[in-house]
């Protein structure tokens, strides 16, 4: 069964500032993983993904995310916060390789942007 | 082409009011989920479809019922409401032959049982 843990409920950072949210994950098998963001009142976009090719991906609005196996860790970096990425983060695993398996989300880290 | 459409947007109902909430996708897409969302608690999983005839348990089913009434459409039916229920609940599609396990999502119907 997959799993995934997000650090932090709650991000506040200031605007130009790196943007770090934590996502750790456990899975049986070699995981597939994806952020989502939530912008108020809207549903989840795809940021990025990770589906076994380069570990290091990157994403829309100058996100990125580091698959690090040793770590069980899907980290998601932005250099530097813009107000406009004020909104709600998802980190999300699936179980690879087997088609249309349900992703399982973690509980979301709110992401505020201080002018 | 519009992605995942649900409809209503909003809805209030009354402790054992019933009503089935709608979603429509048009992306030809082989599997489609339903999740609630609940502050502090993440999405979570309450029926999937992972093809046209075939629907299967999330997480959460219980005081849920779906139908997947063809490739397109996907509903989700709360027989006999209750404040529990109050949530907001997102569709989503997926077809993993194309792109594997990605999720596309729609914009969300807000429900409040009184």
């Known amino acids: 069964a997959q799993s995934v843990t997000q650090l932090g409920s709650h991000v506040s950072v200031s605007e130009g500032a790196l943007v770090l949210l934590r996502c750790n994950y456990s899975?049986?098998?070699?995981?597939?993983l994806f952020w989502y963001v939530q912008y108020p009142n809207q549903g989840l976009q795809l940021l990025l993904k990770?589906?076994?090719?380069?570990?290091l991906v990157k994403g829309i609005n100058g996100f990125e995310a580091e698959f690090k196996k040793s770590e069980t860790s899907f980290h998601l970096t932005k250099p530097s916060a813009h107000m406009r990425d004020a909104a709600e983060y998802f980190c999300?695993?699936?179980?690879?390789?087997?088609?249309?398996?349900?992703?399982?989300f973690g509980k979301g880290t709110r992401l505020s942007v201080i002018a | 082409n519009a992605g995942v459409t649900q409809t209503p947007k909003f809805q209030v109902l009354k402790t054992g009011q019933s009503m089935t909430l709608q979603c429509a996708q048009d992306m030809n897409h082989n599997s489609m989920y339903w999740y609630r969302q609940d502050p502090g608690m993440g999405l979570r999983l309450i029926y999937y479809?992972?093809?046209?005839?075939?629907?299967d348990k999330g997480e959460v089913p219980n005081g849920y019922n779906v139908s997947r009434l063809n490739k397109r459409e996907f509903s989700l039916r709360l027989e006999s409401a209750a404040p529990s229920q109050t949530s907001v609940y997102f569709c989503a599609s997926s077809d993993s032959w194309r792109e594997i396990d990605t999720q596309y999502f729609g914009p969300g119907t807000r429900l409040t049982v009184l």
């Open positions: 990770y589906t076994s090719a380069a570990t």
């Open positions: 999300a695993v699936s179980g690879g390789n087997s088609g249309n398996t349900p992703l399982v």
């Open positions: 479809s992972a093809s046209e005839g075939t629907t």
């Open positions: 899975s049986s098998v070699p995981p597939y």
